[in-house]
Structure formats: C-alpha cells, structure tokens
C-alpha cells in the first residue's frame, strides 16, 4: 500500500475519536483481522494514514450494514487504495488532525446504523447518509429508521448547536437526506386515489420544523393510508380550501415549537359531511387546550395506529 512518509497520520486515539469507536476495539481489529496501521514498524507508535484510515471507515460502513466484523475487515483489505473515495476519509489538517467539520457526534447508546449516519453526517458525506437511510427503511422500515436511527442523530445535531452554535450545515445535510428518502416514498397511488377520502398532514403557521410529520407521511403511505402531505407553515386558509376540495377524513396539524401551536387553526376548519376528525401532533400542542374532539398524537408509532383505525371508522 503507498504510504506518504513525511505526514505523519493519526494516533490510535485520534484515529478512534474520528471513527467514534473505542481504542481498544482498533487495537483488536488489527489484532484479529490484519486491518491496522500500514506502517507499524515495532517500537513504533502507531500511526493511521489517511489511507489506512479510509480503509477503517470502509470497514465500518459495512459493518453498520450488518456485515460481519471478519467479512467487512476482507472486503475493506480487498479494496484497491484509488477505489476508496477519498471523502470517506475526510479532510485532514496539514498536521494529520481532522478538520473540525469531520468530529463524530456523541450519540451514546445509539444502535450502529445510528451511529454509522452519525459519522456519514459529520464528514458531510450525503451519498452514505442517504444510502444508510434508504437501506434502513428497506430493511428495518420507516417507523424503526425514524426512531432508532434518525432521531437520536437530529438529537445529537441539535444539542451540538444549543450548545456551541454550529453544526447547522450537517442539520441542514441531515434534514435535505431525510426529507428526500422519506419524500420518494410518497406519491404512490396510494396517496392520490381517487373516490377515497384521505388524510391530511400539514405543519401549522410558522413551524419549519416538519421531518415527524414527513415521517408519519411516509408510514402512512406504507400502510396503505390514503393521504396529501401540504409540508411546512400551512395558512389556516389554505388548509380550509385543501379540506373542502378533498373532504379528509382526518386532519393532522403538527406543531413542533410551542409557539407555533395555534388551537384556532383547529376550530376554523369547515364543516365537512361525515364529520372530518381533527389530530393535534407534536410536542409543540404540550400544554396548549385542544377543541373537544381533537385527538393528541405523541408518537410515530401512536400516530400511525390511531390514524389507521380512524381511517377505517
Ligand atoms: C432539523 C431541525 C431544524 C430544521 C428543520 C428542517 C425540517 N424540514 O424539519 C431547520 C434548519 C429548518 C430548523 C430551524 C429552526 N430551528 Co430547529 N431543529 C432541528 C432539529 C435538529 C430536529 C427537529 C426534528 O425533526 N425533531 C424531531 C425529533 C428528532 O426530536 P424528538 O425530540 O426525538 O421528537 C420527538 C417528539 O417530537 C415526539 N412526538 C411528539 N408528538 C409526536 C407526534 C408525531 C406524529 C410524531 C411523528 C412524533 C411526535 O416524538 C418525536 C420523535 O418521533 C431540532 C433538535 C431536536 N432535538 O428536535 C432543532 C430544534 C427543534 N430547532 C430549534 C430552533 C430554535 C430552530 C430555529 C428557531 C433556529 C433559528 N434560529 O432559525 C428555527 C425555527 C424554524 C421554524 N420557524 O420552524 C430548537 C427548538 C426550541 C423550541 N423552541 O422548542 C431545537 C429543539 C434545537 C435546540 N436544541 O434548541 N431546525
């Protein structure tokens, strides 16, 4: 393997931070599957080239695909070096350190494919983080990618910015992946058909904040749940005009931030025949008195069911 000379690369630790795994467990890599530093000479501390590194991070993408440790460590060994796309290796300072844009979020007790997006996200890598996501909701489907895998890395993103200010570049990376895998689930014929009363799911005014809703959107389209998705910061008049041209038989309006939570976009709905149910989802509606007969929805999971059996009503 070409190996630079004069760079030095990264220590274990370095190395290990940037891949978000413990030391230990490159140590044992190496130890048990021949997958560590290129150069190691005894005596030596170890270094990770940016190549060696690479090759790591080929090697843990396979295993969040659930890979097994011997055979994601053969298929990353087997790679040609110019085969590796030098983003997965991330840019590098002139001193072997990674560059800011490249740091791991924590994501403590987070499942592998949560961690994988994780580290895809950090090093602003689109095409793995669609192509983890994509392969989730195909394997695990579209409440478990939600759950286990999206929201503990929007969690992290957004504790990273509450707390230092940045990382709004990999929040806005993560949320134009997420809204593109779960937006090419809709649309099916599903969502349109004809002589079939649907769901609507809207944000109400002001909420921007709409990726649990385009979630529910999503599930709902895989259970067969005829539905029009109206997106972000929906006027209280357009959602009236979509629910007398399409005669829903349920209306979800999605408030993430209390603020946005405006109880009068419930109560000016027109009147339909048969009666058109109403959802409030959303921790924004926490704390905000729903009209009689609205029902709350505080989960992906309790939205999906409580929608489909209305549906069925
Ligand atoms: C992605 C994101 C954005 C994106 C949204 C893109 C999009 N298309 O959705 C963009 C960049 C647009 C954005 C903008 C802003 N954002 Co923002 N954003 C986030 C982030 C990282 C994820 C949002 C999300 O999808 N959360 C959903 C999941 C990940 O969170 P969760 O807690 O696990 O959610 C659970 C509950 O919602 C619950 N639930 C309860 N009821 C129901 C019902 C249903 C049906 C479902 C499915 C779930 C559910 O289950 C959810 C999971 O399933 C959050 C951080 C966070 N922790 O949420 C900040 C966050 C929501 N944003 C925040 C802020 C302040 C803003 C801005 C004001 C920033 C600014 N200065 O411009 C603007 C406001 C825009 C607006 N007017 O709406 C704050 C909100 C604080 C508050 N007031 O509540 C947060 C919490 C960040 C923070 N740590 O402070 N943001």
């Given at each position: 393997m070409a190996h630079t000379a004069h760079v030095p690369g990264l220590t274990v630790a370095a190395t290990a931070r940037r891949l978000g795994v413990a030391p230990g467990t490159l140590r044992t890599w190496d130890r048990r599957y021949g997958i560590g530093p290129s150069d190691h000479a005894p005596g030596r501390h170890r270094r990770y080239s940016t190549a060696d590194v690479a090759r790591l991070e080929l090697m843990q993408r396979a295993l969040v695909r659930g890979v097994s440790p011997a055979d994601a460590a053969r298929y990353a060994l087997s790679v040609p070096e110019p085969e590796r796309a030098p983003h997965h290796a991330g840019p590098e300072a002139g001193d072997g350190r990674p560059r800011a844009g490249g740091r791991v979020l924590p994501l403590p007790g987070a499942d592998g494919r949560a961690r994988g997006l994780g580290r895809a996200a950090s090093a602003l890598d689109s095409v793995a983080v669609s192509d983890l996501?994509?392969?989730?909701?195909?394997?695990?489907?579209?409440?478990?990618?939600?759950?286990?895998?999206?929201?503990p890395v929007l969690g992290a993103v957004g504790a990273r910015w509450a707390d230092t200010a940045t990382g709004v570049e990999v929040e806005h990376l993560v949320t134009a992946c997420?809204?593109?895998?779960?937006?090419?689930?809709?649309?099916?014929?599903?969502?349109?058909?004809?002589?079939?009363?649907?769901?609507?799911?809207?944000?109400?005014?002001?909420?921007?904040?709409?990726?649990?809703?385009?979630?529910?959107?999503?599930?709902?389209?895989?259970?067969?749940?005829?539905?029009?998705?109206?997106?972000?910061?929906?006027?209280?008049?357009?959602?009236?005009?979509?629910?007398?041209?399409?005669?829903?038989?349920?209306?979800?309006?999605?408030?993430?931030?209390?603020?946005?939570?405006?109880?009068?976009?419930?109560?000016?709905?027109?009147?339909?025949?048969?009666?058109?149910?109403?959802?409030?989802?959303?921790?924004?509606?926490?704390?905000?008195?729903?009209?009689?007969?609205?029902?709350?929805?505080?989960?992906?999971?309790?939205?999906?069911?409580?929608?489909?059996?209305?549906?069925?009503?």
């Open positions: 996501l994509a392969e989730s909701v195909r394997c695990a489907g579209v409440e478990t990618t939600w759950d286990e895998v999206v929201r997420v809204s593109a895998v779960f937006g090419s689930l809709l649309g099916g014929a599903g969502d349109g058909a004809r002589g079939v009363r649907p769901v609507l799911l809207a944000a109400v005014p002001g909420e921007q904040h709409t990726l649990p809703i385009l979630a529910l959107a999503a599930a709902l389209r895989v259970h067969g749940v005829a539905h029009r998705y109206l997106g972000a910061d929906l006027p209280a008049d357009a959602l009236a005009a979509a629910a007398r041209r399409t005669a829903p038989v349920a209306v979800v309006l999605w408030s993430l931030m209390p603020e946005t939570a405006d109880p009068g976009m419930l109560t000016t709905m027109p009147r339909t025949r048969p009666r058109c149910r109403t959802f409030a989802a959303g921790p924004g509606w926490v704390g905000t008195a729903l009209p009689q007969r609205t029902g709350r929805l505080t989960s992906l999971g309790t939205a999906v069911a409580t929608i489909s059996a209305a549906v069925l009503l």
